[in-house]
C-alpha cells in the first residue's frame, strides 16, 4: 500500500478572488504607508527670506520696529490685500526686548498669537518670537538692517517648527510665509515713503 508523503500533495491553488483582493489592497495602503514615512522622514521645518529697501537710515527703522505699537501699521499676520480683521494689544516692555504684539482674529486661517521681540542691537538687528495659541506652532525670526543706497536694506529670515506631520506640508508654509514677509516688508516701506514713522497708529 502506497502512502503520499507531503511533498507528493499538490500545492493548493490560490483562488484569483483572493489574489486579486490581495493586490487592490496593497496598493490601496501602499500611499498611504509611503505618506507616513515620507512624514517621518522629511522635515517638518521651514526658513523664509524676504528684503525690501526703505527710504530711511537703520537708526530710523530700528527705531522704529523696536515699538512694537508700530508693529500694527505693517505687520500681517495672514496674507493678501485690503485690510484684515484683526486686532492688536500690547504687553511687556514699552519697547525693545521683551515687548509684546498680541493679535486677535476671528478668521481661522489668521488666528491668535503673540510676537515676542527678542536680541535688540540697534541699528543692526532685532529678533523676534512667534507662537500661536490654537496651534503647535512656533517660530523665530532675524530683522538685518544694512546700509544702502537710498537708506536700509531690511531682511527677514523667519524659521519655525510644525507639528507632526509637517513633513508633508512644510515647504508649503515656507512658500506661503516667504510671500506674507514680503507683503509686510512692503508695506513698512509704504511707511516711510509716505513719512507717516513718527508715532504709532492712533497716536
Known amino acids: 500500500m502506497e502512502s503520499n508523503s507531503p511533498s507528493d500533495t499538490p500545492p493548493r491553488a490560490v483562488h484569483p478572488f483572493r489574489l ?12 498611504f504607508v509611503l505618506l507616513f514615512l515620507v512624514a517621518l522622514i522629511a522635515p517638518s521645518t521651514w526658513e523664509s527670506r524676504a528684503s525690501q529697501r526703505v527710504a ?9 520696529l523696536e515699538d512694537p505699537r508700530h508693529w500694527e501699521s505693517w505687520f500681517r499676520p495672514g496674507a493678501g490685500d485690503g485690510p484684515l480683521p484683526v486686532t492688536y494689544t500690547f ?41 500661536m495659541d490654537e496651534r503647535a506652532v512656533t517660530a523665530e525670526g532675524t530683522i538685518e538692517l ?3 543706497d537710498g537708506g536700509t536694506m531690511v531682511t527677514i529670515v523667519d524659521r519655525g517648527t510644525l507639528p507632526f506631520p509637517g513633513g ?8 506661503g510665509v516667504e510671500q506674507r514677509l514680503g507683503e509686510n516688508l512692503s508695506s513698512l516701506k509704504r511707511v516711510f ?5 513718527g508715532s504709532p497708529a492712533g497716536d
Do not use: K, M, Q
Open 168 to 175: 508633508l506640508y512644510a515647504w508649503i508654509v515656507a512658500r
Open 20 to 31: 486579486y483582493f490581495g493586490c487592490g489592497l496593497a496598493l490601496l495602503v501602499f500611499p
Open 56 to 64: 530711511a537710515s537703520p537708526a530710523e527703522v530700528h527705531a522704529y
Open 193 to 197: 515713503a509716505r513719512g507717516e514713522a
Open 146 to 148: 544694512a546700509v544702502v
Open 91 to 131: 504687553e511687556g516692555a514699552e519697547r525693545g526686548d521683551g515687548a509684546v504684539i498680541r493679535w486677535r482674529s476671528e478668521v481661522e486661517s489668521i488666528g491668535n498669537g503673540t510676537i515676542t521681540i527678542r536680541a535688540s542691537d540697534p541699528p543692526r538687528s532685532l529678533g523676534y518670537e512667534v507662537a
